[in-house]
C-alpha cells in the first residue's frame, strides 16, 4: 500500500531543519507523494518562522510539480488552557494546524496539566491534528484526550520520528500502543507523520508501520493510504 499524504514536514524555515521547500518537493515527488504537508514550526519555538511567514504563505502556489501542498502549520501549546501561538489571523491561508506539546514552549506539567493543555487545544477549530502525543516527558491521560478528540473531530499523529532510537522523546513506543489502544476502542483515526527535518526523511513511516503492526491496529483506522478520506479530512479543493 502506498500513502497519499505526508502532513508533517519542516523546511529550513523552521531554523532546525536542514532542506529548502523545493528540495522537500523534489524528494515527494521521487517518492510518488501526492499531498504534501508544509508544517513549520509556529512562532514561538527558538528560530521558527515570524508571523509574517504564515500571512505570506498565500504566495506559494497550491500544487508545484505535480505535488498537491497542503498549508499547515505545527502550532504551540502553550499553557493549560489550551492556548496555541497562531491565532485566526495568522492562520488565515492556512488548510490546517498540528498542536504539539514542545519545549521550551511549555512546561513539562503533571498528567493532569498536560492533558487539559491538550483537551482545550482541540477545541480550535482548526486544531485537526495533535502532533506526536507520545511523550513520557509530558505524560496525559489517553482516554480522556482520545474521547475529546471523537467529539472535536481531531485525530492523532503518529509521528514516525518519536519512534526513531535517536529522539528526544521518551517512551513512545509503550505511549502509542496507549494511544492506539484507546482510538480503536472509540474509532477515532489516526495519521502517520515524518515529522522530516530533512527532505530524506520525507514519507518515511517505516516505524509507523512496524508500531502499527506490533499493537495488531485496525489499519481501516489510518488515514494516509485513503484518498477520499485525505480530500474530506483537509478539505482541499
Ligand atoms: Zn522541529
Ligand atoms: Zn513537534
Same mark, same amino acid.
Given at each position: 500500500?502506498?500513502?497519499?499524504? *505526508? #502532513?508533517?514536514?519542516?523546511?529550513?524555515?523552521?531554523?532546525?531543519?536542514?532542506?529548502?521547500? &523545493?528540495?522537500?518537493?523534489?524528494?515527494?515527488?521521487?517518492?510518488?507523494?501526492?499531498?504534501?504537508?508544509?508544517?513549520?514550526?509556529? !512562532?514561538?519555538?527558538?528560530?521558527?518562522?515570524?508571523?509574517?511567514?504564515?500571512?505570506? +504563505?498565500?504566495?506559494?502556489?497550491?500544487? +508545484? &510539480?505535480?505535488?498537491?501542498? +497542503?498549508?499547515?502549520?505545527?502550532?504551540?501549546?502553550?499553557?493549560?488552557?489550551?492556548?496555541?501561538?497562531?491565532?485566526? &489571523? %495568522?492562520?488565515?491561508? %492556512?488548510?490546517?494546524?498540528?498542536?504539539? %506539546?514542545?519545549? !521550551?514552549?511549555?512546561? /513539562?506539567?503533571?498528567?493532569?496539566?498536560?492533558?487539559?493543555?491538550?483537551?482545550?487545544?482541540?477545541?480550535?477549530?482548526?486544531?485537526?491534528?495533535?502532533?506526536?502525543? *507520545?511523550?513520557?516527558?509530558?505524560?496525559?491521560?489517553?482516554?480522556?484526550?482520545?474521547?475529546?478528540?471523537?467529539?472535536?473531530?481531531?485525530?492523532?499523529?503518529?509521528?514516525?520520528?518519536? #519512534?526513531?532510537?535517536?529522539?528526544?522523546?521518551?517512551?513512545?513506543?509503550?505511549?502509542?500502543?496507549?494511544?492506539?489502544?484507546?482510538?480503536?476502542?472509540?474509532?477515532?483515526?489516526?495519521?502517520?507523520?515524518?515529522?522530516?527535518?530533512?527532505? /530524506?526523511?520525507?514519507?518515511?513511516?517505516?516505524?509507523?508501520?512496524?508500531?502499527?503492526?506490533? /499493537?495488531?491496529?485496525?489499519?481501516? #483506522?489510518?488515514?494516509?493510504?485513503?484518498?477520499?478520506?485525505?480530500?474530506?479530512?483537509?478539505? +482541499?479543493?
Amino acid at each position: 500500500m502506498k500513502p497519499f499524504i *505526508d #502532513l508533517h514536514v519542516h523546511s529550513i524555515v523552521s531554523g532546525h531543519a536542514y532542506s529548502t521547500i &523545493d528540495e522537500n518537493i523534489k524528494f515527494a515527488k521521487s517518492k510518488n507523494l501526492k499531498y504534501l504537508g508544509m508544517s513549520e514550526h509556529g !512562532p514561538s519555538m527558538p528560530a521558527a518562522p515570524h508571523q509574517y511567514y504564515f500571512n505570506n +504563505i498565500a504566495c506559494i502556489p497550491d500544487e +508545484i &510539480d505535480g505535488v498537491r501542498i +497542503i498549508k499547515g502549520v505545527e502550532a504551540n501549546i502553550l499553557d493549560t488552557e489550551g492556548n496555541i501561538d497562531i491565532d485566526d &489571523d %495568522l492562520g488565515y491561508y %492556512l488548510n490546517y494546524y498540528i498542536a504539539s %506539546l514542545h519545549p !521550551p514552549c511549555i512546561p /513539562y506539567g503533571s498528567k493532569e496539566e498536560n492533558t487539559s493543555a491538550v483537551i482545550n487545544a482541540m477545541k480550535h477549530k482548526k486544531v485537526k491534528i495533535i502532533g506526536h502525543l *507520545d511523550d513520557s516527558r509530558y505524560p496525559v491521560d489517553y482516554e480522556k484526550v482520545v474521547k475529546v478528540a471523537k467529539e472535536e473531530g481531531v485525530i492523532f499523529e503518529i509521528n514516525n520520528s518519536s #519512534l526513531k532510537p535517536t529522539t528526544f522523546r521518551e517512551g513512545a513506543w509503550e505511549n502509542v500502543g496507549e494511544l492506539l489502544k484507546y482510538c480503536e476502542k472509540y474509532n477515532v483515526k489516526v495519521i502517520f507523520g515524518s515529522d522530516a527535518h530533512i527532505c /530524506y526523511d520525507i514519507c518515511n513511516f517505516s516505524n509507523c508501520e512496524e508500531v502499527v503492526k506490533k /499493537y495488531n491496529f485496525n489499519r481501516d #483506522l489510518i488515514i494516509n493510504y485513503n484518498e477520499e478520506e485525505i480530500i474530506k479530512f483537509f478539505d +482541499i479543493k
